[in-house]
């Protein structure tokens, strides 16, 4: 039986705020990589027959579910997409995460006191307390435990760290979209 996990493995550009990608560019690219298998639901996909070889999992053999079972049919192992046409997402996996000062590496020590006001408002703004530098929320150093964006793709069921795209797929994607890529643990959207 799979653990059921409150967190996932995000796909984004890096410029995430400027740049919204076409989503039939991005499945188009994931479709040829054989990365999606068929769909399920609007926006939900199964794993496709090459899932494994784009995303690299930790450890020697990861146990997932990859299938939706009768009782619960989201809590497993599938990619979709999360699409905002308003605002840019801010995806947080708030046990882990550690952000720090992009221009001093100062280690935020209050930041989830703002985390809500941040998720809702991702385009604010942050001044560091130890070099007073100010820097877009989505630009502090995250060490991929923040996702953002108006398009991203979510592999559910992933573990902080367990898992990361390969280089072929970045670079596909990159490609495919004109836009550099980058992945990202979180909370579930």
């Given at each position: 039986m799979t653990e059921l996990m409150n967190t996932s493995l995000y796909l984004f550009p890096t410029e995430a705020i400027a740049t919204v990608p076409a989503i039939s560019a991005v499945s188009k690219c994931l479709q040829q990589l054989k990365i999606l298998g068929s769909a399920f639901a609007e926006y939900h996909f199964l794993v496709g027959n090459n899932f494994f070889q784009h995303i690299i999992f930790a450890g020697c053999s990861p146990a997932m579910q990859l299938k939706p079972n009768p009782t619960n049919d989201s809590n497993f192992t599938h990619i979709?997409?999360?699409?905002?046409?308003?605002?840019?997402?801010?995806?947080?996996?708030?046990?882990?995460?550690?952000?720090?000062?992009?221009?001093?590496?100062?280690?935020?020590?209050?930041?989830?006191?703002?985390?809500?006001?941040?998720?809702?408002?991702?385009?604010?703004?942050?001044?560091?307390?130890?070099?007073?530098?100010?820097?877009?929320?989505?630009?502090?150093?995250?060490?991929?435990?923040?996702?953002?964006?108006?398009?991203?793709?979510?592999?559910?069921?992933?573990?902080?760290?367990?898992?990361?795209?390969?280089?072929?797929?970045?670079?596909?994607?990159?490609?495919?979209?004109?836009?550099?890529?980058?992945?990202?643990?979180?909370?579930?959207?």
């Open positions: 979709s997409w999360l699409i905002s046409s308003g605002d840019p997402r801010l995806l947080i996996a708030n046990r882990d995460a550690r952000p720090r000062c992009p221009s001093c590496n100062h280690k935020l020590s209050n930041w989830k006191t703002n985390v809500l006001d941040w998720i809702a408002h991702p385009t604010q703004s942050y001044t560091c307390e130890k070099c007073h530098q100010s820097c877009s929320v989505t630009s502090l150093n995250w060490r991929h435990y923040a996702a953002y964006g108006s398009l991203l793709v979510q592999i559910h069921q992933v573990f902080p760290g367990e898992a990361v795209p390969s280089e072929q797929l970045v670079n596909a994607l990159q490609d495919a979209t004109e836009a550099t890529w980058t992945y990202a643990w979180a909370d579930k959207a």
